[in-house]
């Protein structure tokens, strides 16, 4: 079974770095990238970018450019989403899928970040 | 990049409705669109691929077609089940692009 299991709940302060992750299982993760996705509290499904499993090869999605980091280790079979300067702003629940043809499948539980003084 | 304008924002049918979804491309994606269902307080599933292929173990009652910039999801006989937000998706070209959802209830 293709499962994508990633990190836990995180509560952090503005001004704090985060390194969330994404690992991988059930498949050879060399095949196919993996795609972030945010969901601010009550809103949308946004696209964040996608990375080869390699790491060399990264697309952001322009608001999301310079805003974060993404990086993978096929090592570990994991992806990892990284801000240096959380704001309120980045408040959501990340989500990373598996992404071999283009759609999304599967996905990750989430991961629920709050930024709050 | 690619905008998708998914239409109605929000639907409310009853149980045994013919309901259908529309999402337009911007620009033409060929058949690079699919179809995703959040259910309340989970995780987007993945209900069709290349506008009109079901995902393994998605129900019947689900279809998807179009090409080009003009898409429909149809669901042929609505359940209580179904009750969720619906999104589609550009992977034509990055940033694959979702729409803005259609959040469908039960009348």
């Known amino acids: 079974e293709v499962q994508l299991v990633q990190s836990g709940v995180e509560m952090k302060k503005p001004g704090e770095s985060l390194k969330i992750s994404c690992q991988s299982s059930?498949?050879?993760?060399?095949?196919?990238?993996i795609g972030w996705v945010r969901q601010m509290p009550g809103k949308g499904l946004e696209w964040m970018g996608i990375?080869?499993?390699?790491?060399?090869?990264?697309r952001y999605s322009p608001p999301f450019q310079g805003q974060v980091t993404m990086s993978a280790d096929k090592s570990t079979s994991t992806a990892y989403l990284k801000w240096r300067s959380l704001k309120a702003s980045d408040t959501a629940i990340y989500y990373c899928?598996?992404?071999?043809?283009?759609?999304?499948?599967?996905w990750g539980q989430g991961t629920l970040v709050t930024v709050s003084s | 990049d690619i905008q998708m304008t998914q239409s109605p924002s929000s639907l409310s049918a009853s149980v045994g409705d013919r309901v259908t979804i529309t999402c337009r491309a911007s620009?033409?994606?060929?058949?690079?669109l699919a179809w995703y269902q959040q259910k309340p307080g989970k995780v987007p599933n993945l209900l069709i691929y290349?506008?009109?292929t079901l995902q393994s173990g998605v129900p019947s009652r689900f279809s998807g077609s179009g090409s080009g910039t003009d898409f429909t999801l149809t669901i042929s006989s609505l359940q209580p089940e179904d009750v969720a937000t619906y999104y589609c998706?550009?992977?034509?070209?990055?940033?694959?692009?979702f729409g803005q959802g259609t959040k469908l209830e039960i009348k």
């Open positions: 059930g498949y050879n993760f060399a095949t196919c990238w």
């Open positions: 998706q550009n992977y034509n070209s990055a940033p694959y692009t």
């Open positions: 620009q033409g994606i060929n058949n690079y």
């Open positions: 290349a506008a009109s």
């Open positions: 990375i080869n499993p390699g790491g060399s090869d990264i």
């Open positions: 899928a598996r992404v071999c043809s283009g759609w999304l499948d599967p």
